[in-house]
């Protein structure tokens, strides 16, 4: 493919979450990728510094688990999920749960992180209907959290940008303040030291609305999209134990922080905190093939399961769910993790990480830099005519002058490289974003 594309032939796509105009004024094209790398439409090779969406922790196009996606191709293109199975799932199945914190023993499968977030919020009701508090319909999420664009994920969601052009989004929804605080944590390696008296949030939120009608509260173990917010040292336990006294079930949303991102399977492991219900999807496929899922605490499994035999106990699934291509993908992405020892790694490279990307405080314009496990937060002062806009910049000149690939949230950056990436990699990446903001200072 040329660089060379008029708007005109642009214009049928309309891209998620991208400013379209500008995209077809100049736009960034990915043809191609290999190991750590994306290949441009016009050859040139990009370090991935956020592993695609945070998805690609094994590095791209790995051999056995395309060859894992093709045999499935050549085997079971398709088989039904709703009252027929096909083996593979419950191999996954199994598998997911021996890598889950005990207690988390059954699985529900859907295709996106979205979808995984709206499966656990239904479950949670479902739960709570199925023994007799179905007035526990109330959820409680987080400022700045992110856990898709469904109407359910949306409205647990705190990022005002994602919410307001929806209407009223679902009632009965509130939000515990963001665990940031830059005055008390910028430049924090890790878990920040001050913080965790912000999970008395959720004390406030369940005595204002009641305990008795509290179905879940849902939060991001480190808080993702928004820019790599690590949860303050204590907070999270505190939040588990307010929860547990309540009756209200935690649910992780380890989308991001699923499968090695945090040096564990999951960050609950990392953490020593035990949800009730964990939302995955990303890592799991490596993204190769579109896939996630709930993991699921037995007591709330086997609250469900009431009612005529015959009767599906939950009215909800998806086409996908359980797809003969996601589950191949998922075998092959599991095997690569043990077999390459990527969580390990992971957990091994973190300091140097951390290092590498605090060196990069005297940069120009960088304001806060959040790194824990392999993911690091930057933020960015925003430019004097606008919020973003150096963000955009950066962004771009990332893309088009220093061959790297970064995401960019507003003014905040994301690094996030492949599991299979070494320091040495992680140094290509900061001196190249060295190089951008200096360009763009
Ligand atoms: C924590 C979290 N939850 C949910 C989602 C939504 O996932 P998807 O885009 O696959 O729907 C994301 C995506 O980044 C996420 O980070």
Known sequence: MSEDFSPNELASYWMPYTSNRAFRRRPRMISGAEGIHYIASDGRRLLDATSGLYCVNAGHCHPSIVAAIKSAAETLDYAPVFQFAHPKAFELAGRLTLMAPDG???????NSGSEAVDTAMKIALAYHR???EGQRTRFIGRERGYHGVGFGGMSVGGIPGNRKAFGALLPGVDHMRSTYNRDKQAFSVGEPEWGAELADDLERLITLHDASNIAAVIVEPVAGSTGCLPPPKGYLDRLAGIAAKHGALLIFDEVITGFGRMGHAFAAQRYGVTPDMITFAKGLTNGAVPMSGVLVRDAIHDGVMVGPEVMPELFHGYTYSAHPLGTAAALATLDVFRDEGLFERAGEMEQGFADIMMSLRDAPNVVDIRPVGLICGIDL?????????????VMQAAFHDHDLYVRVSGDTL????????????????????????????
């Open 104 to 110: 988390l023993d059954h699985v529900f499968f859907a």
């Open 130 to 132: 199925a023994r007799g």
């Open 381 to 393: 002062a925003a430019r004097s005519d606008g919020a973003a806009l150096r963000g955009y910049e």
């Open 414 to 441: 994301v690094i996030a490289p492949p599991l299979i990436s070494d320091l040495k990699d992680v140094e290509v990446i900061a001196d190249r974003l060295r190089s951008v903001l200096a360009q763009v200072a």
